[in-house]
């Protein structure tokens, strides 16, 4: 059965005046919408990680942690962890430990990233970007099967029968490969034996059918069994479909103006807003319109798993919780009877 997540990044919301809430604050909503997305009947609740001032979460697994305390069903993961510029032992560490606190619940999405701020933040080169990934998911999957680690390479000192703890009592942990669309990312998830997650941020999701594909032919190669495969999209739920556009608009045009300054974007039209809601990867609308959408993707690439990114920008807090609420109560309902 298909199962359905939520993801934040911890968005600097704004306040009843405008004004960006505080860091510290928007990390406690993030905690209370983590725990209305298992009341609501969510699947898996993911936070992001960022080193920005426009997003709270630099640590998800600690925020996490506290979702975990209150819940006692929902899984917990990253949506994602940056991990060519961190140590994978203490990654692997910090999961481990979450996955017993939360009694088996935790679970790690790896990415390189789509911003770079980690990098110079802890001492990494950009130009070794692809060897810090590489060799980086190479040992975090030798860290996932578990006993002694034998491994050496370039980006960090080696290990020579190493254990490492806590290990994680109930089997592997819960761990996929993030991409943004790259045959070479999906070919390197299979030679790892790893699920993907793709972010699917724009465009016509059935464009991605060949990487599907390819996962699994590449799988069938190595020799590993075809593992699951997921997809992290961006959208907003309301009550009706008018009001859900009409909240979501102002927030996300000027979230992706912002980060569109610095990488070389057009200013956001609504029209173009408009047209990826319609045929693109915009999940916006009240919940029989957000389920549809849903379930058309789901079908048309094969999936395991829906994530969707919910909020933008400074969408505030009380229409996050809302769309939590109307996505696990509303919209995973009607996804599942159109899938059957």
Known sequence: MTEFGLNSFGDVSSGADGAPRPHAAVIREAIEQGVLAERSGVDVFALGEHHRADYAVSAPEMVLAAIAGRTARIRLGSAVTVLSS?????????????????????????????????????????????ALFEEKLELFAALRRGGPIHWSGSTRAPLAGVEVFPPVEGGPLRAWVGSGGSPDSVVRAARHDL????????????????????????????????????????????????????????????????????????????????????????????????ARKVAGTVSALGLDRFDLKYGAGTLPHDALMRAVDLYGGAVIPAARALLG
């Open 86 to 130: 961190d140590d994978p032992v203490r990654v692997f560490q910090r999961f481990s430990t979450l996955d017993a606190a939360s009694n088996g619940r935790a679970e790690v999405v790896l990415g390189r990233g789509s911003f770079t701020e980690s990098f110079p933040l802890f001492g990494h080169d950009l130009a070794d970007y692809e």
């Open 195 to 290: 699920p993907v997650m793709l972010a699917i941020i724009g465009g016509d999701p059935a464009r991605f059918r060949p990487l599907v594909e390819l996962h699994r032919r590449a799988a069938e190669h190595f020799g590993h069994p075809v593992r699951p495969l997921g997809v992290h999209s961006p959208g907003h739920v309301a009550d009706t479909d008018a009001r859900a556009r009409e909240e979501f608009w102002p927030h996300y045009a000027a979230q992706h103006d912002r980060i569109g300054a610095g990488r070389g974007w057009p200013k956001l039209e609504r029209a173009a807003f408009e047209r990826e809601i319609e045929r693109g990867s915009l999940y916006v609308g009240a919940p029989d319109t957000v």
